[in-house]
Nanobody
Framework: QVQLVESGGGLVQTGGSLSLTCEVS????????MAWYRQAPGKERELVAL?????????KYADSVQGRFTISRDGSKNAVHLQMTNLKPEDTAVYYC???????????????WGQGTQVTVSS
């Protein structure tokens, strides 16, 4: 069984930094992408950053985090890190890891989600 395990997050002051890690556990044959989404209270879930394995590691970022957040792959594992710097109160949200992957060459691509981790930025 495949699971996305998130770690990191917590409480930080404005201007501070945090790092999130998402690791895929279980047997994986191929990965299309790994990404971070976030959802603030009363708002829709939005894409924060995406690492596209199929396009030589293309990265995509939300405009609101461009230049402050960096997504990177852990080459030794099926994992990505999200380094967040210069955090702002509006970055406060539950952050969810997401991955499109397949467990074997004969199975379909499927989308998986982590359980979410809270990031709170105090003003």
């Amino acid at each position: 069984q495949v699971q996305l395990v998130e770690s990191g997050g917590g409480l930080v002051q404005t201007g501070g930094s945090l790092s999130l890690t998402c690791e895929v556990s279980g047997s994986v044959f191929d990965m299309w992408h790994m990404a971070w989404y976030r959802q603030a209270p009363g708002k829709e879930r939005e894409l924060v950053a995406l690492f596209d394995f199929g396009s030589s590691g293309v990265h995509k970022y939300a405009d609101s985090v461009q230049g402050r957040f960096t997504i990177s792959r852990d080459g030794s594992k099926n994992a990505v890190h999200l380094q967040m710097t210069n955090l702002k109160p509006e970055d406060t949200a539950v952050y969810y890891c997401n991955s499109k992957l397949r467990r074997s060459s004969s199975t379909n691509w499927s989308l998986y989600w982590g359980q979410g981790t809270q990031v709170t930025v105090s003003s």
